[in-house]
């Protein structure tokens, strides 16, 4: 029995799933042609076909507010490769009203279908090929981690004016400086 590469779609998603290289070839499909520095193999170009990254998490429904502008930009994508290499891909990139780029989950690569080896994360527009992960085994969905933005009152700082940062210090200007 031959083993079937898999894809993990998880994280902020209303319908999770687990996708083969067959089924991600039943979304809508599209092509290009990349020329990208591996740096162990120098310069490589290649022909992918396959769904966009867009078009894949769109089918599972993810929990971005769609209406919203700037509350989908502190969404990120991690991409995970068989081999265990990572690569971070924002919400951003791959929204039509922002970045739109057509990064793909390729399923054939030069025209061979990768049933066998899994997707491969295609980003066109990266010179560097370091985030061309090969054999992917999931994608998460989720917001980036970080501290929540603290409003200037609720931590006693005053207001800043006239682009100078306030330092609390009575007299005291841009860098300490006394005031005259």
Do not use: N
């Not at 042609?33 to 120098?42: A, K, L, P, Q, Y």
């Amino acid at each position: 029995m031959r083993h079937l590469a898999t894809v993990r779609l998880h994280g902020h998603l209303d319908r999770p799933a687990e996708l083969t290289v067959g089924q991600l070839r039943d979304l809508p499909s599209h092509r290009v042609e990349v020329t990208f520095d591996c740096r162990t193999e120098g310069e490589q170009r290649h022909g992918y076909e396959g769904p966009t990254l867009w078009d894949v998490l769109c089918a599972a429904g993810p929990r971005v507010d769609l209406a919203a502008r700037k509350p989908r930009l502190k969404f990120l994508l991690a991409v995970t490769g068989s081999d265990g290499h990572r690569a971070v891909v924002s919400w951003a990139e791959i929204d039509p009203d922002f970045g739109g780029q057509r990064i793909l989950l390729a399923t054939s690569m030069d025209g061979a279908p990768l049933d066998g080896s899994g997707p491969q994360l295609v980003v066109p527009a990266d010179h560097c090929g370091a985030r061309y992960v090969s054999g992917v085994t999931a994608v998460w969905l989720g917001p980036a981690p970080g501290p929540e933005p603290v409003a200037a009152e609720a931590v006693g700082a005053e207001p800043v004016a006239s682009g100078h940062v306030a330092t609390g210090q009575a007299g005291a200007g841009p860098a300490g400086a006394a005031r005259r």
